[in-house]
């Protein structure tokens, strides 16, 4: 891999930066810190009562993630995330491994059609982990480019290596994480600095990409009597998007009644656990990808703009440090999280509202699933990190001055 | 209580979001201050390491060497954004633009529709189960039930237990049935392919319990306790009575005002179970629940109880009716096996013929109802569908049609009366065969030997066949093959008087209707054949002693009899009344006449002098009659077939002078009619007259269905003993 390396990044040799303790080191980011904990706590207020009445679910577990994913931040907060700027090509490696881990043969598992998971003690999605890696794969690579990438080739050749974390994804299949990875991608193109030229015309060719995926399909379709490229749930879904009410599969059922449920809550809500919806089982996967209907169902109208609110909040603040940010490669860490939450923020209460069409990516902070709330937990002390390293990094500047 | 820790959280929430921004605004305003401040510092530390990352990304940036910072020329406090404040426009309009559309859409679920969703959840939440009423009941004239209702114990399964072996294993351990019928039962999609299979009916409380206490062991398997028909008396008078089971698909279509049929309802399916079956339907319970997606009931909310169906009381006395159920039985399968008897089948039917009440109602081979609730059991189907079983199903009173034979004559000779082909002083000479046609092919009569000089009085008592071939040939001559006086269907004319073509009416389904042979008919039945559809002078002559193409049912001949000994011709009914669930009579039969046969008030008394001749001029009938002290009146009839035994026929009345009872006998390749059908009407007609008179002693037990059982039924007699 060659991929250019930018001067202007500059890591501070050990020495030096024992020496030059950041300010802020043992501070904490305070408005950041009081929204996430809200989230946090909000979240796991609402996971309970989702699991309340589910006994396929155990909500120990989640607050075994809470507890990992609090270890992992704290170790996210503290490792001086410019170590990472630099490795590029490991941090691609290590996308590639841990997304492809799940077809080893003794640790992988399969389950419900996709060969996402592996068990090493408990069972994991290492698809979820390498979203981390993946901000800082992408984050890195733009970095290199200093804000402005307005070659051709360099661009090209940008797309194609974001492109490698997707096209493994998409071997277990795992569409809905390969959307999120795509969509990071994007957001670190856009915020990196790429030629507004060129990222319109990567997004004509997506759309294309599109119809020429639903193109062959159909060619397959006609020669041997099924399709190969999308599956047949994930038809279903988009038929189901497109016209909710004359749907009557699984699928159709799944967004009737998490309408239902949504709708039902009204302004103030059932209170918690008292969701009939999902409490009683109408609801589909409620402590997973529909525990949004559960919230709204239960917290109404009001509970869900108070979610709103916290993400707005979290964004708006991690946006702010983002700017703040005196290196390019923490912004971008920090633009790729955001897009990453929006993105998972947008597709999941979407999907319950009929806005999206059904995949299944978690809510964050919210959803029941262990590796998913370490991985956000991650993001926050990458965030962190960003954060308590900002005043060590005028130097980078003064650097390029 | 629970609304205000959720009103707490929420403005928990809210306050904590209000400080975040706060002093995220609050910083944001001093970044500016901050940044200098740390351009400042940033000064004294500037100082590259020889990092690990250095040397790589020097090696690779020396390779490429095009890459170039560009905000370099920009002083110490430009941060990388500022260049890219465009784009954090962007990805701020983005974020903007999801959360506002999140809320716009959140608003118009939640708030705008949040009614219609609130319904739709209720209607998700609560159930309304229809809980099964129970039928009402069939009484006898005398008020005594002959179906009744009895909760039975029923264990159910799905169809998809039959993979699970151990359920199976279990099942046959506890109920004491062999796993093979087990599985057999699960497998019996009869009910239909998606319903419940029984597994048993009239299971022990001990093992209901033991399978609801043990559900976990049992699953898919479910224990109801249903409403189910009982037949106290078997077999009696099943015919009559039918049998219910699970609606058909067209019974389900059918929409009935007041009427709801469920899928796991039993309905009529034949007999007064069929014809009644709105008024011995109850109406459902309503039973308002709180389930859970799988269906499982949480909660009742809110109950209606079911109510019972009316009961229906009908004319028939179980007395009469169980001495023709038992005297068939005895006569035609006295072992239980069919063929081993006298005929093959046989039917009894009692009216009184002032008003058309029906007192018996019997056909032989039987079944018993109760075996054909819920579904038919495939071994009674099997053995029931065989042809030696002679179809028991079949309600031979009204549907079976049997050519009337002798029993015609009351009909054909008032025929003859009315055209003047024969008058009260009229004279013929037996001799025991007949070529009137001069043919060559000699007819004979019953009696080979000859009758002798005899009246038409003496002709009907002795059922003399050529008095009535020389009255046919009288109607041939002067009909259109002759003189033309009178028209070819002068002697059907009389005999549709009597509705010998018409359904009777009775409240039964499935009623056939009898044939009177007509030149049209022969032409139209024949028309493939042009040689023998010719209404020739044998059709005359079959024809007038109810042979060849006649074809009437027993209860035809009954109402028709009963027209001769009053005038009227009765529609028959079996419904008495029908009372409501609180014991209240809210319908009454009324006696219906359907017609009076415009018939000389002279011929019919000279007729039915006639027919009282039969009873007494002829010993072993009168001692038959005499037996019971009976004042009767009817008629023998000897149905002759060629390929198979003859039919005995007898009808008649009583008594002769005040008649009240018609009963019509019909044994289906049983012999003689007055030797074989005859003793079996005096037993009935005997019985019910002495019900009547209050004088029955009859105490009706319980009957048991035909077996099934049957061998070869070997004719008895092929010669007419008329």
Known sequence: ?401 | MFEAIVTGLIAAVAVVIIVAVGIALWNNRRTPKAGQVKAVKQLDTVGVGTSPFERHSAALSNKSGEVHVTHSGHGSVRKPADSLRSRFVALGVLAGAIFGSLTVKLYSLQVLSASDYASDAEDNLYSNVRTPAPRGYICDSQGVPIVKNRTSQTVLADPDVVDDRDVMRRLSVVLGIPASIVRQRIQDSSAGAQSKRVVASDVRLRDVAFIAEHADAFPGVSVESRAVRDYPYGALAAHLLGYTGLPSKEQLDVEVEGREILSTDYVGKSGVESTYDNLLAGDHGHRRVTVDVLGNVLDVVSETQPVKGSDVYLTVDSRVQYVADKTLAELIAPEGVLGEGTGVGGAVFVMDVTDGSVIALSSYPTFEPEQFTGSIPTDVWNLYTDELAHAPLNNRVINGLFAAASTYKSFTSIAALDYGFADFESEWNCKGYWDGFKTGSVQRCWDHSGHGKLDLHEGIVNSCDVVFYEIAKAFFDHGPDGTGEVSATAIQDVLAKYRLDQTTGIDLAGESRGRIPTPEWKADHWRDYPAEAVWRGGDYTNMIIGQGDVLVTPIEIAVAYGAIATGRIMKPHLLKEVRNAAGDVVVTYEPEVVAEPDVNPDYLSFVRSALRGVITDNASTAKNFEKYGLEAAGKSGTAEHVDKGDDAWFVAYAPYNDPKYVVSVVIEQGGGGSAIAGPIAAKVLGAAMDVYTEKSEVSPRRLAGYSGKAVEYKTQSAERTD
């Open chain 1, 1 to 401: 891999m060659s991929v250019p390396q930018i001067d202007s990044i500059r890591m501070p040799d050990r020495v030096a930066m024992n020496a030059t303790k950041p300010r802020r080191f043992t501070r904490v980011p305070v408005p950041f810190a009081l929204v996430a904990l809200t989230l946090i706590v909000y979240g796991l207020v609402v996971c309970w009562s989702a699991t309340s009445n589910d006994p396929d679910f155990d909500f120990k577990r989640q607050l075994i993630g809470v507890a990992l994913g609090l270890v992992c931040m704290v170790f996210f907060y503290r490792f001086d995330y410019r170590h990472f700027a630099n490795m590029t090509t490991i941090l691609l490696v290590i996308n590639v491994v841990l997304i492809l881990s799940p077809h080893l043969p003794i640790i992988g598992v399969e389950a419900k059609g996709a060969q996402s998971w592996i068990k090493i003690g408990m069972q994991v999605q290492p698809g979820e982990f390498a979203k981390v890696t993946v901000v800082l794969f992408a984050a890195s690579l733009l970095a290199r480019y200093g804000g402005t990438l307005d070659d051709a080739r360099e661009y090209a050749k940008v797309v194609g290596l974001l492109l490698v974390p997707f096209l493994c994804i998409m071997t277990q299949p795992d569409l809905g994480t390969g959307l999120v990875y795509l969509f990071i991608s994007a957001v670190v193109l856009v915020m990196g600095g790429a030629k507004p030229k060129y990222l319109f015309i990567t997004l004509g060719l997506f759309v294309l990409a599109i119809v020429a995926v639903f193109a062959i399909d159909e060619v397959i379709m006609s020669n041997t009597g099924e399709y190969k490229l999308l599956k047949q749930y994930q038809r279903n879904r988009l038929l189901v998007f497109l016209s909710p009410d004359a749907n009557t599969s699984a699928e159709g059922y799944n967004l009737a009644q998490a309408k239902i449920a949504i709708g039902s809550g009204g302004l103030f809500g059932k209170g918690l656990t008292q969701g009939t919806q999902s409490s009683l089982g109408f609801l589909p996967e409620a402590p997973t990808d529909f525990v949004f209907c559960v919230l709204a169902e239960e917290l109404g109208f009001v509970g869900a703009m108070a979610l709103i609110g916290l993400y707005v909040a979290l964004v708006a603040i991690s946006v702010g440090i983002a700017r703040a940010s005196d290196d390019l490669f923490g912004m971008l860490i920090v633009c790729a999280i955001v897009g990453m939450w929006l993105f998972q923020i947008l597709e999941n209460i979407g999907m319950c509202c009929g806005l999206m069409p059904i995949t299944g990516i978690p809510l964050p902070f919210v959803s029941y699933g262990s590796s998913f709330m370490v991985v956000n937990f991650c993001m926050l002390g990458l965030i962190g990190s960003v954060w308590s390293h900002d005043s060590a990094l005028g130097r980078k500047g003064s650097y390029g001055a």
